[in-house]
């Protein structure tokens, strides 16, 4: 009930004019509109529920995983510091995710099947008329 309450809260409090909230939440049980359900009268829980979009991350979320790896390593390579204000917080990031692009292109892998032919041949059969 918990939880409701906080939905509650950001529906009606923090953001009252908007018109369509979207969260990305966890699996947890009690994070549904069922939740909302018990905690208050059918209407209020309905008038709560219209206000919200809710995504649910995957129960097995690798790709939540590569999203705070790539996070992390942001932090560290360029947010390591003050940064003093939004406009340069952008520019520093934008060259930043250049630089790596720059980076990935380079490494791009240009394995070939014939190249995985020859270095994994026990796992590729040849054929013999």
Request: proline share 4%.
């Amino acid at each position: 009930m918990n939880w409701a309450h906080q939905i509650r809260n950001l529906v009606d409090v923090r953001h009252p004019q908007a018109e369509l909230i979207t969260l990305n939440m966890d699996n947890l049980n009690t994070h549904t509109g069922a939740s909302l359900y018990k905690a208050f009268a059918p209407e209020d829980a309905r008038r709560i529920l219209d206000k919200l979009e809710i995504h649910y991350t995957p129960k097995h979320g690798s790709w939540l995983n590569r999203a705070e790896i790539q996070l992390s390593i942001l932090s560290r390579q360029c947010l390591d510091r003050r940064i003093p204000d939004q406009k340069t917080l952008k520019e520093e990031i934008a060259a930043w995710q250049e630089k790596r692009n720059v980076i990935a292109r380079a490494m791009e892998r240009r394995f070939t099947i014939e190249d995985a032919r020859v270095k994994f041949k026990k796992l590729y059969p040849t054929l013999q008329e």
